[in-house]
T-cell receptor, first 112, second 114 residues
Framework: DAGVTQSPTHLIKTRGQHVTLRCSPISGHKSVSWYQQVLGQGPQFIFQ???????GRGNFPDRFSARQFPNYSSELNVNALLLGDSALYLCASSLAGSQPQHFGDGTRLSIL | GDSVTQMEGPVTLSEEAFLTINCTYT??????LFWYVQYPGEGLQLLLKATKADDKGSNKGFEATYRKETTSFHLEKGSVQVSDSAVYFC?????????????FGSGTRLSIRP
């Protein structure tokens, strides 16, 4: 079975632009979580969605938003990009919001 | 608040050496504890976990014991290999009150010399 897949793999944007990152969970997994990993640091929790509803939100500004679709895939949107948004964005899925979470390989976002 | 503190790297060892990476945590309630590994250019892989005090998680020769009295979850391996070179993250989760939010430490980069 395929693991968690994320697209695109890499992305380059400029300040002020908007970006959409996509995640497909493992088949049968209904929960998706998003994390931001800045270079040299551990991942920071952004959002969790379960059954298309937001179940958790980390300490990120309103420029960050997400949604989950009926097929349980998810999008992370970031508006008005800042240089500090440059990071690896990781998506993780799990059966029902519980552990263990399975991570994708991430989308590396670079802001110029 | 809830947090994880792990030893700073990088840690450089020779092949077949003994490995310890220290991890301590601060949490309200009763967390589950994890070690994740990140190989270059990849996402995170769950290495092992423990869900209650005195539990020992183990996988691929790595072990860690949940010590509630010292709030620690140190990672150990008796004989490391070059293929163990990666970044290791200690983490906790406070289910069910925080859904599946995982709190990670800052990571420890491990390099193994042949």
């Amino acid at each position: 079975d395929a693991g968690v897949t994320q697209s695109p793999t890499h992305l380059i944007k400029t300040r002020g632009q908007h970006v959409t990152l996509r995640c497909s969970p493992i088949s049968g997994h209904k929960s998706v979580s998003w994390y931001q990993q800045v270079l040299g640091q551990g991942p920071q929790f952004i959002f969790q969605y379960y059954e298309k509803e937001e179940r958790g939100r980390g300490n990120f500004p309103d420029r960050f938003s997400a949604r989950q679709f009926p097929n349980y895939s998810s999008e992370l949107n970031v508006n008005a990009l800042l240089l500090g948004d440059s990071a690896l964005y990781l998506c993780a899925s799990s059966l029902a919001g519980s552990q263990p979470q399975h991570f994708g390989d991430g989308t590396r976002l670079s802001i110029l | 608040g809830d947090s994880v503190t792990q030893m700073e790297g990088p840690v450089t060892l020779s092949e077949e050496a003994f490995l310890t990476i220290n991890c301590t945590y601060t949490a309200t309630g009763y967390p589950s504890l994890f070690w994740y590994v990140q190989y270059p250019g990849e996402g995170l892989q769950l290495l092992l976990k423990a869900t209650k005090a005195d539990d020992k998680g183990s996988n691929k020769g790595f072990e860690a014991t949940y010590r509630k009295e010292t709030t620690s979850f140190h990672l150990e391996k008796g004989s490391v290999q070059v293929s163990d070179s990666a970044v290791y993250f200690c983490a906790l989760s406070l289910l069910p009150s925080s859904a599946s939010k995982i709190i990670f430490g800052s990571g420890t980069r491990l390099s193994i010399r042949p």
